[in-house]
């Protein structure tokens, strides 16, 4: 892959080479079992969270006419909650939450992580030592309990959470960088360039890079699964979205206290993050068993 | 080995140190002023008791002070006292450490229990229709967070089945069963990631193995299928499911949070969500360093588990 941007004479040349390699890529991940089905609830989750406004039958913070816990029906799909709003439509609007909280807590992360690991890996040393006792660090505390305390600090608020935990999945881009960036640093074509007297910097970004990319990618899809779920237990304790606004994990915390009146209630949130989750993680263990040779051979082992 | 085993409690010494630092820094964060917060509703006015709590709290140091100050104190046992309940903070943590840990406890025993033979079901016959079914409970349980498990767990067996009570903890001290019942629901909640994550390592590294040449052999030589999984290929196919389990430890404290507040569990993941609510400042760097230094602890003999087990990781 390197070799082939390196050695690259011409800019058009380049460009179809990769959209045909990104149709095979797409083709060959989405031969994997299940991969139709994950790739089909995430599209739907994207489209829900982008056209959230046209989509919902209702005003998500408003009081319903049906009044409060009204039991699924023709008028609310998925019935009311305790203050009589359309739960579809909190739904709805959540999964623009949810995609929300996903993709800018991984991209905090994996900008910080990749950025950190490429160095650590390539330039080794004391710079290494720094780094990566640093991420040591951040990565010896509980997932949940570090973001927890992070949000609390920052006070709620969703941007808050989203900072919280692209911090706390920081350490897992950048340990997965800095193994293949050591690897990538002993191959020859590396070699090769430093002593053609090419600069740390674009060795880094010319050579080192785009062959970290395949397990990046893989391990962002499946950060953003994480990602939904954390966003989901901070709202659910009360430090993620601020009400009136829903997310999934604020919907649950209001609901499991209506549980013997009203189970739907705890029902519907719950299965739109767990089904948004299983999708994602489904479409990541696709493009790993894609992007992974050594995998592709074995099979599903 | 000794040398492997001093190289990894070296490199552990100066993480601990930033871990402190970490600790100390997200308290220093958090919004609210703690001397207002000791003070108490009535007193908010009085600056002179203010400026009195100030000192005593060590809050009128310059901060790299403070730091030291709270370190020094700590490393003697002294972790302060409670801004809420005025107990000293390490009180707090030893009468609630030992519910998590039963917790903790439970929800390993029943992930292992169901893991480990599914694990070797699948892996004897891959690609069956039973391994099948195994990959689909596998996949879901990573996907599910814990606090819909939990509610829906609660739902079907305390609401609508009356089989276990919703919530509440009963101690060992009244009675063994009364308190594994109280836990049941939460420690099937809190484990079932880490079932499903065993389940799958266990039987990935299985198959692995049983591909290896002194299997083969094994096989040729007309040992039975049995015997060839349990007694040649199952220790070294544990030898990688050790480190996912060490890894693991993490995420079962996390999870005790919302596990435990929902279950009302009088624990450390909920004494973490209580402290962050009720602004009890000494009590959340209490909990949040006792946990990552936990998972540190946890890490560190899983590597030297690891080392002990696979010859190869110590002498490289």
Redesign the interface.
């Known amino acids: 892959m390197a070799e082939f941007t390196a050695q690259a004479s011409t800019r058009d040349w380049r460009e179809t080479n990769q959209r045909k390699r990104l149709a095979a890529l797409l083709s060959r991940t989405l031969r994997t079992r299940g991969a139709g089905f994950g790739l089909a609830v995430v599209s739907i989750v994207l489209l829900l969270a982008i056209a959230a406004d046209l989509i919902a039958p209702y005003n998500p913070n408003k009081m319903q006419a049906a009044g409060i816990l009204a039991s699924p029906g023709a008028a609310h799909l998925l019935g009311t909650d305790h203050i009589g709003r359309d739960v579809l439509s909190r739904i709805i609007f959540g999964a623009r939450v949810a995609v929300l909280a996903g993709i800018v807590s991984v991209g905090f992360a994996m900008t910080v992580g990749v950025t950190v690991g490429l160095l650590a890996g390539y330039l080794g040393g004391l710079v290494d030592d720094i780094l990566m ?2 991420v ?3 990565w ?7 973001a ?3 949000a ?4 709620p608020g969703l941007i808050n959470a989203m900072i919280a935990i692209g911090v706390v999945f920081t350490p897992a881009f950048a340990r997965l960088v800095r193994g293949q960036a050591l690897s990538v640093r002993e191959r020859d074509f590396v070699t090769a360039a430093r002593v053609l007297g090419a600069k740390p910097w674009r060795i880094i970004l010319v050579h080192v890079w785009p062959n970290v990319t395949a397990p990046v990618i893989v391990q962002s899809s499946l950060m953003i ?1 994480q990602a939904i ?1 954390v966003e ?2 901070l709202s ?4 993620g979205i601020e009400p009136p606004n829903a997310s999934w ?1 604020s919907m ?1 915390r209001q ?2 206290q209506y ?2 009146r009203a ?1 739907y209630l ?1 029902f519907f949130p ?1 299965v739109a ?2 089904v948004t ?2 999708s994602l ?2 479409l990541g263990d696709a493009l790993r068993l894609t992007l992974d040779p050594r995998l592709r051979e074995r ?3 | 080995m000794t040398q492997y085993l001093l190289r990894r409690v070296a ?1 552990f010494v ?2 601990i140190f ?2 402190t630092v ?1 600790v100390f820094a ?2 220093l ?3 609210g002023d703690p001397a207002l917060a000791f003070l108490g509703e009535g007193n908010i006015h009085d600056e002179v008791a203010y400026q009195a709590m100030r000192k005593e709290l060590g809050l009128d140091q310059p901060v790299p002070v403070q730091y030291g100050l709270w370190v020094a104190r700590a490393v003697q046992g002294d972790l302060g006292r409670s801004v809420r309940t005025r107990e000293p903070v390490l009180e707090g943590l030893g009468a609630r450490l030992p519910v998590t840990l039963q917790l903790m406890a439970m929800a390993l025993a029943i992930a292992l229990l169901v893991a480990i033979p599914a694990g070797i079901i699948s892996a004897a016959k ?2 069956s229709k039973i391994d099948g079914v195994g990959t689909v409970l596998a ?2 349980g ?7 498990l939990g ?2 767990l ?2 079907i067996f305390a ?1 609508w089945l009356g089989w276990l009570p919703p919530s509440g903890y009963v101690s060992p001290s009244v009675g063994l069963w009364p308190s594994i019942r109280s836990m049941l629901l939460p420690a099937i909640s809190l484990g079932m990631a880490l079932n499903a994550v065993t389940m799958r390592q266990v039987r ?1 590294s299985l ?2 193995v049983l591909q290896h040449e002194y299997i083969t052999t094994a096989r040729a030589k007309g040992l039975a299928e049995g015997a060839l999984i349990f007694r040649h290929a199952l220790k070294n196919a544990m030898i990688p499911v050790v480190t996912v389990i060490g890894l693991q430890i ?6 005790s ?2 596990v435990e ?2 279950f009302a569990l009088p624990g450390m ?1 909920r004494l ?2 209580d402290s ?2 009720f602004r009890d400042f000494p009590m ?1 760097q209490g ?2 360093l006792i ?2 230094v936990s ?2 602890i946890a ?1 560190l003999i899983t590597d030297l588990v690891y080392a002990y087990l696979d010859p190869r990781i110590r002498y490289s």
């Open positions: 006792r640093l040591d660090t951040l010896s505390f509980p997932t949940l309990v570090l927890l305390a992070i609390a600090s920052l006070g699964a779920i989901a237990a659910f304790l009360g430090l994990g649950l609901a499991y549980m013997d189970p705890s719950g993050i767990f989750v299983l993680n489904i099979g599903s082992a | 490199y100066p993480v930033l871990v970490v997200i308290t964060l958090l919004p891959p690609n996949i879901g990573v996907a599910i967070p814990e606090f819909w509610i829906l609660i739902y609401v990935s198959i692995e993490g995420r079962l404290f996390g999870g949070v919302v507040t929902i993941g973490a969500a962050i609510f959340l909990v949040v946990m990552a998972v540190l890490n």
